[in-house]
Protein backbone atom coordinates (compact mmCIF):
# COMPACT_ATOMS: atom_id res chain seq x y z
CA UNK A 1 0.00 0.00 0.00
CA UNK A 2 1.15 3.27 -0.66
CA UNK A 3 -0.01 6.48 1.10
CA UNK A 4 -0.77 9.92 -0.60
CA UNK A 5 2.90 11.11 0.73
CA UNK A 6 4.39 7.86 -1.15
CA UNK A 7 2.96 8.47 -4.00
CA UNK A 8 3.98 11.81 -5.06
CA UNK A 9 7.42 11.36 -3.23
CA UNK A 10 7.95 8.49 -5.83
CA UNK A 11 6.51 10.61 -8.27
CA UNK A 12 8.66 13.12 -7.85
CA UNK A 13 11.61 10.76 -8.23
CA UNK A 14 9.87 9.75 -11.53
CA UNK A 15 10.51 12.96 -13.26
CA UNK A 16 13.22 14.02 -11.34
CA UNK A 17 11.88 17.22 -9.84
CA UNK A 18 10.38 18.24 -6.62
CA UNK A 19 10.07 21.46 -6.87
CA UNK A 20 7.02 23.42 -4.95
CA UNK A 21 5.03 24.32 -8.26
CA UNK A 22 6.18 20.28 -9.93
CA UNK A 23 4.76 18.95 -6.33
CA UNK A 24 1.43 21.13 -6.58
CA UNK A 25 1.50 19.73 -10.19
CA UNK A 26 1.82 16.06 -9.14
CA UNK A 27 -0.02 16.25 -6.12
CA UNK A 28 -3.64 17.35 -8.63
CA UNK A 29 -2.46 15.05 -11.17
CA UNK A 30 -2.45 12.19 -8.95
CA UNK A 31 -5.88 12.88 -7.82
CA UNK A 32 -6.72 13.10 -11.18
CA UNK A 33 -5.66 9.80 -12.41
CA UNK A 34 -6.75 7.87 -9.12
CA UNK A 35 -10.24 9.41 -10.14
CA UNK A 36 -10.15 7.79 -13.52
CA UNK A 37 -9.26 4.64 -12.60
CA UNK A 38 -11.32 4.77 -10.07
CA UNK A 39 -14.27 5.67 -12.12
CA UNK A 40 -13.28 2.77 -14.88
CA UNK A 41 -13.15 0.37 -11.89
CA UNK A 42 -16.50 0.68 -10.62
CA UNK A 43 -16.55 -1.73 -8.31
CA UNK A 44 -17.42 -2.73 -4.54
CA UNK A 45 -13.77 -0.27 -3.97
CA UNK A 46 -15.65 2.75 -4.08
CA UNK A 47 -18.84 2.33 -2.23
CA UNK A 48 -19.82 3.61 1.43
CA UNK A 49 -22.54 2.65 4.09
CA UNK A 50 -24.53 5.85 5.04
CA UNK A 51 -27.08 5.73 7.60
CA UNK A 52 -30.06 7.69 9.00
CA UNK A 53 -33.06 7.12 11.50
CA UNK A 54 -36.65 6.47 10.40
CA UNK A 55 -39.21 9.50 11.08
CA UNK A 56 -43.13 8.77 12.33
CA UNK A 57 -45.03 9.78 9.07
CA UNK A 58 -42.29 11.34 7.14
CA UNK A 59 -41.26 9.35 3.89
CA UNK A 60 -38.54 11.72 1.78
CA UNK A 61 -34.36 11.15 3.46
CA UNK A 62 -31.56 13.24 1.92
CA UNK A 63 -28.80 10.46 0.26
CA UNK A 64 -25.90 10.85 1.89
CA UNK A 65 -22.59 13.40 0.82
CA UNK A 66 -21.35 12.51 -1.98
CA UNK A 67 -23.47 9.78 -3.20
CA UNK A 68 -23.69 9.45 -6.72
CA UNK A 69 -25.81 6.00 -6.99
CA UNK A 70 -27.70 4.01 -4.17
CA UNK A 71 -27.26 0.44 -4.60
CA UNK A 72 -29.08 -1.18 -2.03
CA UNK A 73 -32.02 0.56 0.83
CA UNK A 74 -32.75 -1.26 4.07
CA UNK A 75 -34.16 -0.76 7.41
CA UNK A 76 -33.39 -2.46 10.57
CA UNK A 77 -36.18 -3.52 13.20
CA UNK A 78 -35.52 -5.50 15.86
CA UNK A 79 -32.11 -6.51 14.82
CA UNK A 80 -34.19 -7.81 11.28
CA UNK A 81 -33.15 -6.13 7.94
CA UNK A 82 -36.45 -5.40 5.34
CA UNK A 83 -34.35 -4.54 1.94
CA UNK A 84 -36.08 -2.21 -0.21
CA UNK A 85 -37.03 -3.01 -4.34
CA UNK A 86 -36.15 0.05 -6.40
CA UNK A 87 -38.89 1.52 -8.28
CA UNK A 88 -37.65 3.50 -11.09
CA UNK A 89 -40.27 5.21 -12.90
CA UNK A 90 -42.39 8.11 -11.30
CA UNK A 91 -46.01 6.84 -12.17
CA UNK A 92 -45.51 3.48 -10.92
CA UNK A 93 -44.62 5.17 -7.93
CA UNK A 94 -47.36 7.25 -7.12
CA UNK A 95 -49.44 4.29 -8.30
CA UNK A 96 -47.84 2.69 -4.63
CA UNK A 97 -47.64 5.24 -2.73
CA UNK A 98 -51.02 6.19 -3.02
CA UNK A 99 -52.74 2.77 -3.78
CA UNK A 100 -51.15 0.59 -1.81
CA UNK A 101 -52.51 -1.55 0.45
CA UNK A 102 -50.91 -0.36 3.62
CA UNK A 103 -49.68 3.48 3.28
CA UNK A 104 -47.79 2.92 6.89
CA UNK A 105 -45.56 0.52 8.60
CA UNK A 106 -41.97 -0.31 9.61
CA UNK A 107 -41.36 -2.75 7.37
CA UNK A 108 -39.47 -1.08 4.40
CA UNK A 109 -40.72 -2.85 0.68
CA UNK A 110 -40.36 -0.13 -2.00
CA UNK A 111 -38.43 3.38 -2.32
CA UNK A 112 -37.92 5.44 -4.98
CA UNK A 113 -34.86 7.84 -5.64
CA UNK A 114 -34.73 11.40 -6.67
CA UNK A 115 -32.09 13.98 -7.37
CA UNK A 116 -30.39 14.34 -3.76
CA UNK A 117 -33.32 12.25 -1.76
CA UNK A 118 -35.19 9.19 -1.61
CA UNK A 119 -38.56 8.08 -0.64
CA UNK A 120 -39.71 4.90 1.31
CA UNK A 121 -42.73 2.96 1.20
CA UNK A 122 -44.91 2.72 3.67
CA UNK A 123 -44.14 5.46 5.27
CA UNK A 124 -42.83 4.74 9.15
CA UNK A 125 -44.78 4.44 11.73
CA UNK A 126 -42.03 4.63 14.10
CA UNK A 127 -39.26 6.66 14.96
CA UNK A 128 -35.51 5.85 15.34
CA UNK A 129 -35.17 3.01 13.09
CA UNK A 130 -32.05 2.69 11.07
CA UNK A 131 -32.15 3.20 7.87
CA UNK A 132 -28.51 2.20 5.34
CA UNK A 133 -27.88 3.52 2.06
CA UNK A 134 -25.01 1.55 0.43
CA UNK A 135 -23.72 3.56 -2.17
CA UNK A 136 -20.91 4.17 -4.97
CA UNK A 137 -19.53 7.36 -3.84
CA UNK A 138 -17.75 10.33 -5.79
CA UNK A 139 -14.27 11.10 -5.37
CA UNK A 140 -12.62 12.68 -2.59
CA UNK A 141 -9.41 14.41 -3.48
CA UNK A 142 -6.19 13.21 -1.56
CA UNK A 143 -4.60 16.07 0.52
CA UNK A 144 -2.97 14.81 3.74
CA UNK A 145 0.67 14.30 4.07
CA UNK A 146 1.84 10.99 6.67
CA UNK A 147 1.23 12.26 10.32
CA UNK A 148 3.91 10.65 12.60
CA UNK A 149 3.91 13.20 15.69
CA UNK A 150 3.98 11.66 19.14
CA UNK A 151 4.15 8.08 20.07
CA UNK A 152 1.57 5.57 20.48
CA UNK A 153 0.97 4.42 24.20
CA UNK A 154 -1.34 1.66 24.37
CA UNK A 155 -3.48 -0.49 22.22
CA UNK A 156 -4.09 -4.02 22.95
CA UNK A 157 -3.64 -6.98 20.62
CA UNK A 158 -7.03 -7.77 19.34
CA UNK A 159 -7.71 -4.00 20.47
CA UNK A 160 -9.29 -1.18 18.40
CA UNK A 161 -8.85 1.67 21.02
CA UNK A 162 -5.13 3.01 21.01
CA UNK A 163 -4.09 6.20 22.83
CA UNK A 164 -1.29 8.59 21.96
CA UNK A 165 0.65 10.94 23.83
CA UNK A 166 1.98 14.34 22.19
CA UNK A 167 -0.48 13.45 19.38
CA UNK A 168 -2.29 16.32 18.19
CA UNK A 169 -5.20 14.41 16.39
CA UNK A 170 -8.88 15.75 15.41
CA UNK A 171 -12.02 14.91 13.39
CA UNK A 172 -10.41 14.55 9.96
CA UNK A 173 -7.84 11.32 10.86
CA UNK A 174 -11.28 8.93 10.62
CA UNK A 175 -11.22 7.62 7.34
CA UNK A 176 -7.35 7.52 7.18
CA UNK A 177 -4.95 4.24 7.72
CA UNK A 178 -2.92 3.00 10.53
CA UNK A 179 -0.02 1.26 11.69
CA UNK A 180 2.58 0.62 13.93
CA UNK A 181 6.36 0.97 12.72
CA UNK A 182 7.43 -2.75 13.79
CA UNK A 183 4.32 -3.73 12.61
CA UNK A 184 3.77 -3.04 8.73
CA UNK A 185 0.14 -3.71 8.49
CA UNK A 186 -2.49 -1.29 8.33
CA UNK A 187 -5.58 -0.17 10.19
CA UNK A 188 -8.37 2.13 8.63
CA UNK A 189 -9.29 4.75 11.41
CA UNK A 190 -13.12 3.80 12.48
CA UNK A 191 -13.72 7.22 14.50
CA UNK A 192 -11.84 9.82 16.75
CA UNK A 193 -12.25 10.40 19.88
CA UNK A 194 -9.92 12.88 21.09
CA UNK A 195 -6.38 14.54 20.44
CA UNK A 196 -4.98 11.42 22.26
CA UNK A 197 -7.67 9.09 20.93
CA UNK A 198 -9.12 7.30 17.98
CA UNK A 199 -10.89 3.57 17.72
CA UNK A 200 -9.97 1.66 14.71
CA UNK A 201 -12.23 -0.24 12.58
CA UNK A 202 -10.46 -3.71 12.93
CA UNK A 203 -9.01 -5.27 15.87
CA UNK A 204 -5.08 -5.03 16.00
CA UNK A 205 -3.38 -7.94 15.50
CA UNK A 206 0.37 -7.23 16.42
CA UNK A 207 2.06 -6.65 19.90
CA UNK A 208 0.05 -5.32 22.33
CA UNK A 209 1.65 -1.79 23.71
CA UNK A 210 1.09 -0.98 27.26
CA UNK A 211 2.45 2.21 28.78
CA UNK A 212 4.83 2.32 25.76
CA UNK A 213 6.29 4.49 23.57
CA UNK A 214 5.88 2.88 20.28
CA UNK A 215 6.31 4.76 16.35
CA UNK A 216 3.47 4.71 14.60
CA UNK A 217 2.52 6.63 10.70
CA UNK A 218 -0.86 7.81 9.53
CA UNK A 219 -1.99 8.21 6.36
CA UNK A 220 -4.22 8.99 3.37
CA UNK A 221 -4.79 6.12 0.88
CA UNK A 222 -6.46 5.53 -2.47
CA UNK A 223 -9.53 3.34 -2.43
CA UNK A 224 -7.99 1.55 -5.02
CA UNK A 225 -6.74 -2.31 -4.56
CA UNK A 226 -3.01 -1.72 -2.97
CA UNK A 227 -1.57 -3.79 -6.24
CA UNK A 228 -3.36 -0.30 -8.27
CA UNK A 229 -2.14 2.18 -6.23
CA UNK A 230 1.05 2.78 -8.13
CA UNK A 231 -0.96 3.56 -11.43
CA UNK A 232 -1.78 7.27 -10.64
CA UNK A 233 1.75 8.37 -10.24
CA UNK A 234 1.78 7.21 -13.99
CA UNK A 235 -0.67 9.22 -14.68
CA UNK A 236 0.80 12.08 -12.77
CA UNK A 237 4.28 11.94 -14.46
CA UNK A 238 2.91 11.85 -17.70
CA UNK A 239 1.08 14.57 -17.31
CA UNK A 240 4.30 16.63 -16.35
CA UNK A 241 6.20 14.98 -19.83
CA UNK A 242 3.13 16.19 -21.53
CA UNK A 243 3.65 19.82 -20.59
CA UNK A 244 7.55 19.56 -20.81
CA UNK A 245 6.80 18.19 -24.55
CA UNK A 246 8.69 14.74 -24.05
CA UNK A 247 6.30 13.08 -25.62
CA UNK A 248 8.35 9.28 -25.42
CA UNK A 249 8.30 9.61 -22.02
CA UNK A 250 4.99 10.50 -21.64
CA UNK A 251 3.78 8.28 -23.82
CA UNK A 252 5.79 5.42 -21.94
CA UNK A 253 4.20 6.62 -18.58
CA UNK A 254 0.73 6.41 -20.32
CA UNK A 255 1.43 2.97 -21.66
CA UNK A 256 1.92 1.97 -17.89
CA UNK A 257 -1.22 3.77 -16.64
CA UNK A 258 -3.76 2.11 -19.31
CA UNK A 259 -1.58 -0.91 -19.18
CA UNK A 260 -2.11 -1.59 -15.29
CA UNK A 261 -5.21 -0.59 -15.40
CA UNK A 262 -6.56 -3.08 -17.88
CA UNK A 263 -5.27 -5.48 -15.81
CA UNK A 264 -7.05 -4.21 -12.62
CA UNK A 265 -10.12 -3.92 -14.68
CA UNK A 266 -10.12 -7.93 -15.42
CA UNK A 267 -8.93 -8.64 -12.25
CA UNK A 268 -11.08 -6.79 -10.07
CA UNK A 269 -13.96 -4.50 -12.08
CA UNK A 270 -17.08 -5.93 -11.15
CA UNK A 271 -20.38 -3.65 -10.10
CA UNK A 272 -21.25 -5.61 -6.91
CA UNK A 273 -20.98 -5.05 -3.30
CA UNK A 274 -18.89 -7.90 -2.06
CA UNK A 275 -14.80 -8.97 -2.57
CA UNK A 276 -15.26 -12.57 -3.77
CA UNK A 277 -14.68 -13.00 -6.93
CA UNK A 278 -15.86 -16.55 -7.63
CA UNK A 279 -13.08 -19.52 -9.42
CA UNK A 280 -13.63 -20.65 -12.49
CA UNK A 281 -14.32 -24.17 -10.97
CA UNK A 282 -17.40 -22.78 -8.58
CA UNK A 283 -17.98 -21.09 -11.77
CA UNK A 284 -18.60 -24.52 -13.51
CA UNK A 285 -20.54 -26.26 -10.77
CA UNK A 286 -22.96 -23.84 -10.94
CA UNK A 287 -25.31 -22.13 -8.35
CA UNK A 288 -25.92 -23.05 -4.77
CA UNK A 289 -28.10 -25.79 -4.65
CA UNK A 290 -31.21 -25.03 -1.82
CA UNK A 291 -31.76 -28.13 0.03
CA UNK A 292 -35.32 -27.84 0.39
CA UNK A 293 -35.86 -28.29 -3.45
CA UNK A 294 -36.21 -32.25 -3.47
CA UNK A 295 -36.52 -34.27 -6.11
CA UNK A 296 -40.43 -35.53 -6.49
CA UNK A 297 -41.15 -38.91 -7.72
CA UNK A 298 -38.42 -40.92 -7.35
CA UNK A 299 -38.97 -44.86 -6.58
Same mark, same amino acid.
Given at each position: ??????????????????????T?? $?K????I???K???K??SY????????L?E???????????C?R?K???V?????????V?V????DW?R?K??G????G?F???VF?R??S???YP?P??A?????I?H??SY???AQD????G?????A?D???L?G?S????????G?Q??I????????? $?S??????L??A????G?A??????A??I?????????M???P???AAA???????D?T???????MF?A?????I??YG????????????HI?????I?????P????
Amino acid at each position: MLSFQQLYNTAQSLVGDNSTTTTTF $LKLHINIGNQKAETKLGSYFIEENGTDLTEVGVDSYPLPDRCIRPKKIYVTVSGIRYPAVFVYNEVDWQRIKYNGSQTKGNFLTHVFIRRNSFEMYPTPSTANNTITIIHESSYRFMAQDDYTTGTITTLANDGIVLTGSSSEWDATFAGRQFKINAYPIWYPI $LSYTSATSLTLAKPYQGTAISAGSAAYTIGEFSRLPPSMHILPVYYAAAMYYNTKKDLTNMATFMGMFDAGLADGIALYGKRDSSSYIPSQRHIRQGAAIDPNDYPSNLT
